[in-house]
């Protein structure tokens, strides 16, 4: 009888151990670095080019970027890196990143019958890519600059996983990133071709 009476604790007890088995740890998901190096690169008449990372992350909310799957100022050093090319003999270009962040923002959710059948998007992102490209030649000589930015932004249901909500994230700032990419592109072509290497 002692064994009856404590059949239903032990069956609680076992299937909290089961469970707890069953339980695996999620499994951390590692992104790989943007590169440009498939395009073509883009030649500049200048001995060197340095890049300048003026854009200071505050580190703090709203802002996320610290904390995206993709860092923005890294996807936009990798375009510097693998896109301009330095084919003078003299003279200098900066690459300056103006602004590479990413603001969070909890959005409201629904009250009423209606909220609990609907899926509801927890949170929205923005982001912002900004570069200036300036160019002068020994001397001073000559001088020119061209800019450009990107701005995207998406929102993420709240029945998102944690790696789900990352995957998604990590599409955002590289569309976002591939945007900078034709429209500095663009503007290169347009604003600074007496400083591009004669064809």
Same mark, same amino acid.
């Given at each position: 009888m002692k064994l009856n009476r404590f059949s239903p604790i032990l069956a609680v007890i076992c299937f909290g151990y089961l469970l707890a088995a069953c339980e695996s740890p999620l499994k951390k998901v590692t992104y790989p670095d943007l590169r440009f190096s498939h395009l073509p690169t883009i030649q500049l008449d200048v001995a060197r080019i340095e890049i300048v990372e003026q854009y200071r992350s505050p580190l703090q909310a709203p802002n996320v970027e610290h904390a #995206?799957?993709? =860092?923005?100022?890294? =996807? #936009?050093? !990798?375009? =510097? $890196?693998? +896109?301009l090319r330095a084919t003078g003999t003299s003279g200098q270009a900066k690459f300056i990143i103006v602004d590479a962040s990413v603001k969070a923002e909890r959005l409201r959710k629904k009250e009423g019958l209606k909220a609990m059948f609907t899926l509801e998007q927890a949170a929205r992102y923005d982001a912002r890519l900004e570069a200036k490209l300036e160019i002068e030649t020994a001397g001073g000589l000559g001088k020119g600059f061209a800019t450009a930015t990107a701005t +995207?932004? +998406? $929102?993420?249901?709240?029945? =998102?996983?944690? !790696?789900?909500?990352d995957d998604a994230l990590y599409r955002f700032i590289e569309a976002t990133a591939k945007d900078f990419d034709r429209v500095m592109s663009a503007n290169i072509d347009r604003h600074l071709a007496p400083f591009r290497p004669a064809p």
């Open positions: #995206m799957p993709l =860092a923005p100022a890294q =996807a #936009m050093r !990798n375009w =510097a $890196t693998d +896109r +995207r932004h +998406r $929102t993420i249901p709240e029945a =998102a996983s944690i !790696n789900e909500r």
